[in-house]
């Protein structure tokens, strides 16, 4: 059986993740219409992400 990943404390909004990221906020809503950066949840209007989605989607995005 697969464990359950605990609830997040906190999901980022897009300025957060932009800071986290250092990149602009625009790069992050265009990856997001590409469906090419992490994971994202709409909530009402805003999209939030993961902070763990995020470090996955990093992990298979880097380069040697």
């Not at 464990?3 to 997040?8: I, S």
């Not at 986290?20 to 992400?49: C, K, M, S």
């Amino acid at each position: 059986m697969a464990a359950r990943r605990a609830r997040p404390d906190h999901l980022w909004t897009m300025d957060e993740l932009a800071k986290y990221l250092r990149v602009p906020v625009r790069t992050l809503y265009h990856w997001n219409y590409r469906q090419t950066g992490p994971p994202a949840y709409r909530i009402g209007r805003e999209l939030r992400f993961d902070p763990r989605d995020v470090w996955e989607w990093m992990q298979h995005h880097t380069t040697d």
